[in-house]
């Protein structure tokens, strides 16, 4: 019987431990010239141009750009007008500090730490109330939005993502601008966790999270860049009738990188015949495990299905990775059955698929390490932490490949929390009159008139004095006087 496949089978032998039941071999163990790269890899020229060496920031403002700022601004505002703080505003370099504070949180692992702790004058950290007081963190915090109310019943009727996809978009839009991949990409699920009120929050049972939004998602394999993404929301309208959800899906994403001679694994989820067909003629090979339930599968692997199209020019190779278990993987980048000298005598597409397949793994591993995630019961907000995430891991990846130094994850984000703080410091700085340190001070806290105490743990008292971090009126009774400042007993608890 012949096949129109090259498979490999894994028979019993323990000498030879492979079985070749039918194979072309070819002088050339890849398949054309559309598997070699026709880009130069790495940070676009748009990013050498505007990431300065002693500034990390100028990394980071690339994915988190002056409109996405100007875009939260606007869309937060609207929203302390609706609850009625006609006065409220915020500047670009206070969202700034607060998204430095964010950062902060995740670098110092304090992501399940309640507020009152990470400003406390004993044992906090001194980054946050020397950034900014604890009441006004949480105001942002109240307030922060990521779209228009009074134009979002209109968008939800055609964007399901509507109250967070124009600043995803944007900072999608970045990552495809300022960087370019290698040849291996690796397209995978990414399952950013919480328990928020969604329609489609997903139960994913093999996570490390169970619950959580699912993103599609497209990872340079050799740096973990993510390149492409966007959310799962269900049916997907866009899809046509003669294209599967997953062919639809994987098309979507290597959209930008078709037409170059690039590579992209999947797993079983995506991998078929048409979307090898579909891909192969857009000039880019695959890599990936695939279903023996497939139609296209030859008679010989699954008895009870007929092969009804012809898989040509393609590697088909079945491993038997435990007993009874066989692992079907098709290859459109190999055309070779070589098999390795180590100890396992795995195929060379074996290997290809080992080392390729966990990129969107280890970034999520890479995020969850200092992640900006905290407990909300808003999904927009988490999408926000996502975001912030992934920016900082793209915003490290350039700066180190523009600079080419070796800094650590941590060390740069410390730099960069730093960094964003100072920006709106020097802001705050440049508004206050140029008295001396002392008297600005007493300035600060000392009211024109008496005013009651507002810290609650008093019968009503009159004071002038106003609390250091939280600047609330405070009367002696509610006072922890340290030298000449003065702190309400609740800030100090």
């Not at 880009?39 to 002056?66: C, N, Y």
């Not at 927009?380 to 920016?391: E, R, S």
């Not at 206050?432 to 000392?446: G, I, L, M, T, Y």
């Amino acid at each position: 019987m012949e096949h129109p496949v090259d498979m490999v089978y894994v028979g019993k032998d323990n000498e030879t431990k492979w079985t070749i039941i039918e194979s072309e071999r070819g002088a050339s163990g890849r398949f054309g010239s559309h598997t070699v790269l026709r880009e130069q890899p790495g940070p676009t020229p748009h990013a050498t141009r505007s990431v300065s060496e002693d500034k990390v920031s100028s990394a980071w403002q690339l994915f988190i750009d002056d409109s996405i700022l100007r875009h939260m601004k606007r869309c937060t505002e609207a929203e302390s007008a609706t609850a009625g703080e006609q006065n409220w505003s915020l500047a670009i370099e206070e969202l700034d500090a607060f998204t430095a504070l964010v950062y902060a949180r995740g670098v110092y692992g304090c992501r399940s730490v309640d507020y009152d702790v990470l400003w406390n004058v004993n044992w906090g950290p001194h980054f946050f109330p020397d950034t900014m007081s604890r009441n006004r963190f949480r105001e942002i915090m109240r307030y922060l939005r990521f779209d228009l109310k009074r134009t979002r019943s209109q968008r939800l009727q055609s964007d399901k993502f509507a109250l967070a996809s124009e600043v995803w978009q944007r900072f999608i839009d970045n990552c495809f601008l300022c960087y370019g991949p290698g040849e291996n990409l690796t397209a995978d699920e990414q399952l950013f966790p919480f328990k928020a009120r969604f329609r489609f929050t997903q139960y994913m049972a093999n996570k490390p999270d169970k619950f959580g939004k699912k993103f599609w998602m497209v990872v340079d394999n050799d740096t973990k860049y993510p390149c492409n993404a966007f959310p799962y929301l269900g049916k997907d309208e866009l899809c046509s009738a003669k294209e599967s959800l997953p062919e639809s899906i994987v098309m979507r994403l290597m959209s930008p990188y078709l037409n170059k001679g690039r590579n992209v694994t999947t797993d079983n989820i995506f991998t078929s015949a048409s979307l090898a067909r579909t891909l192969k003629a857009k000039d880019t090979s695959i890599v990936g495990t695939i279903s023996c339930t497939r139609r296209e599968i030859p008679a010989v692997l699954a008895m009870e299905r007929a092969p009804l199209d012809s898989l040509s020019r393609k590697s088909l190779s079945i491993y038997q990775g435990k007993v009874n278990k066989n692992v079907l993987l098709l290859s459109m980048l190999h055309s070779t059955t070589d098999i390795g000298t180590n100890r396992k005598k795995l195929l060379e597409t074996v290997q290809f698929y080992s080392k390729t397949k966990c990129a969107v793994n280890i970034l999520n591993q890479m995020a969850r390490r200092y992640s900006t995630r905290a407990a909300a019961r808003w999904w927009p907000g988490h999408v926000f932490y996502n975001i912030l995430d992934l920016a900082a891991i793209n915003a490290w990846i350039i700066y180190r490949g523009v600079t080419g130094e070796k800094t650590s994850r941590h060390a740069f984000l410390c730099q960069l929390a730093e960094e964003l703080w100072e920006v709106y410091k020097e802001k705050c700085e440049s508004m206050v009159p140029k008295h001396n340190e002392e008297e600005h001070s007493q300035d600060k806290r000392k009211a024109r008139k008496r005013h009651q105490c507002q810290v609650g743990m008093c019968k009503c008292n009159k004071t002038t004095e106003k609390c250091e971090i939280c600047f609330k009126y405070v009367c002696g009774k509610c006072t922890k006087i340290d030298g000449k400042k003065f702190y309400c007993k609740k800030c100090t608890l």
